[in-house]
């Protein structure tokens, strides 16, 4: 339900959705939402996951790449902002790089985390431990934006990007 309620509100909002470019799971249950409310969507896939994540033929635009490191790029350049909904190990890892970047200076995105039912509870418990122990900085977990609802996260992300009424979100 949150990733169709993200699609549609991108839609609504007249945003576009820049994302991983698969047809399954909760990336293709946003692309989908996203397209039914006319958001134009870029998806962008490695070769290699184009047969195994069946690739998404409905796509605005569908960029197939190499690598996976040309992927990141390619969807960094063309986002406004940065979204994480609940994922696996490639959520984490994407998160985790637009977050760093975003900390180094190699860009300027706000970045949100969707805390859908819970599910990075024990993630942002981790993290303000991590704050608390000084392995990282309040200021480094300032640049992570988490919230439960998202439409008000993503009302949020657009606000702090300083975004036209036509944002351009990238889905992690």
């Given at each position: 339900m949150a990733a169709q309620q993200v699609g549609t509100w991108i839609g609504r909002h007249?945003?576009?959705?820049?994302?991983?470019?698969?047809?399954?799971?909760?990336?293709?249950q946003v692309a989908d939402a996203a397209l039914a409310a006319g958001?134009?969507?870029i998806g962008v896939i490695p070769k290699a996951l184009v047969d195994r994540e069946c690739a998404h033929l409905g796509c605005t635009e569908l960029h197939i790449v190499d690598t996976m490191h040309e992927r990141k790029r390619k969807m960094a350049e063309r986002a406004d902002a940065f979204l994480a909904l609940p994922g696996g190990i490639g959520t984490f890892e994407e998160l985790?790089?637009?977050w760093t970047w975003r900390q180094l200076g190699y860009h300027d995105k706000p970045i949100g985390l969707l805390n859908v039912a819970g599910y990075y509870d024990k993630?942002?418990?981790f993290l303000n431990s991590a704050t608390a122990q000084d392995f990282m900085g309040n200021w480094q977990l300032s640049l992570l934006r988490s919230a439960t609802d998202a439409p008000g996260l993503l009302s949020e992300l657009v606000g702090a990007a300083g975004m036209s009424p036509a944002p351009h979100l990238d889905q992690i």
């Open positions: 007249g945003g576009q959705l820049v994302y991983g470019g698969g047809k399954s799971g909760l990336m293709g958001a134009p969507v985790f790089e637009v993630l942002l418990d």
